[in-house]
């Protein structure tokens, strides 16, 4: 996709991927066949850069096709750098101006707690992500507002340690009032423990903050060690093979 687009943000892509699938197939009360089925959980990916994982995944489930994947950022084409929710189907909220996704998320989680529906609401934010006020802000008032049925899982793949490091993101949310868990975010059965020790819905008041630590550019070793001179670099044709090559040694 960003070969053929030649633009995106491969690394920030795979360290979610494996966040993105388990939601999907484990958690979420999703109907591909009515993705705005009035009864459906609601995903809202806040680091928007990292879209390609999420388009990636709604081609596997069939709301995108391939022509429309392999035509990303052309002009006839309806997917952009970060998500547009008027153009893609499975999209809920436009994201990409880092920090605003919880806070979509939260409206959400607030609206259905006004209206006393069980449907939940799940939102990825990046670690350096954090560094922005309006994430605070959320985290001050989603405890207030006793929104448990709200979940936040930040990606923790260390991006921003060279310049701005969150430091004890774990102990921070606690702080703040939520539930908050600590998991291996390319960990099926670690994600499934983390998910499993959740406090049933409408037994507390708390909303929950899950730190899923990761790894930006995960199954591509010269990613790993290598991030920020990846973080938004195109593929030539050869590292395209290699990326194909590692990626399937790491499947």
């Given at each position: 996709m960003t070969w053929h687009s030649r633009e995106g943000h491969i690394p920030s892509?795979?360290?979610?991927?494996?966040?993105?699938?388990?939601?999907?197939?484990?958690?979420?009360?999703?109907?591909?066949?009515?993705?705005i089925s009035s009864d459906r959980d609601y995903f809202i990916l806040s680091k928007g850069h990292g879209c390609s994982a999420l388009y990636a995944y709604l081609e596997k489930r069939g709301l995108l096709s391939e022509s429309e994947i392999l035509s990303k950022n052309l002009?006839?084409?309806?997917?952009?750098?970060?998500?547009?929710?008027?153009?893609?189907?499975?999209?809920?909220?436009?994201?990409?101006?880092?920090?605003?996704?919880?806070?979509?998320?939260?409206?959400?989680?607030l609206?259905?707690?006004?209206?006393?529906?069980?449907?939940?609401?799940?939102?990825?934010?990046?670690?350096?992500?954090c560094n922005e006020g309006t994430v605070w802000e959320c985290a001050l008032l989603a405890p207030h507002l006793k929104l448990n049925n709200l979940t936040v899982i930040i990606?923790?793949?260390?991006?921003?340690?060279p310049t701005l490091p969150m430091g004890d993101l774990v102990a921070k949310f606690k702080s703040f009032g939520w539930h908050t868990l600590e998991a291996d975010g390319h960990?099926?059965?670690?994600?499934?423990?983390?998910?499993?020790?959740?406090?049933?819905?409408?037994?507390?008041?708390?909303?929950?903050?899950?730190?899923?630590?990761?790894?930006?550019?995960k199954g591509v070793?010269?990613?790993?060690?290598?991030?920020?001179?990846?973080?938004?670099?195109?593929?030539?044709?050869e590292e395209l093979l290699s990326i194909w090559s590692a990626i399937d040694n790491y499947a």
């Open positions: 892509a795979y360290s979610i991927l494996d966040l993105i699938v388990f939601l999907y197939e484990k958690y979420l009360n999703f109907d591909w066949s009515n993705p002009p006839s084409g309806i997917l952009a750098t970060h998500p547009d929710r008027n153009k893609v189907p499975g999209v809920e909220a436009s994201t990409g101006s880092l920090g605003n996704g919880i806070g979509f998320a939260l409206g959400v989680a609206a259905l707690k006004i209206d006393d529906l069980p449907n939940r609401v799940v939102t990825i934010l990046g670690d350096a992500e990606d923790n793949n260390k991006s921003c340690d960990s099926t059965a670690d994600l499934e423990r983390v998910f499993a020790s959740f406090p049933q819905l409408n037994t507390t008041d708390q909303p929950v903050c899950i730190v899923a630590n990761t790894v930006k550019g070793p010269s990613m790993e060690s290598n991030y920020g001179g990846w973080h938004s670099k195109v593929p030539n044709d």
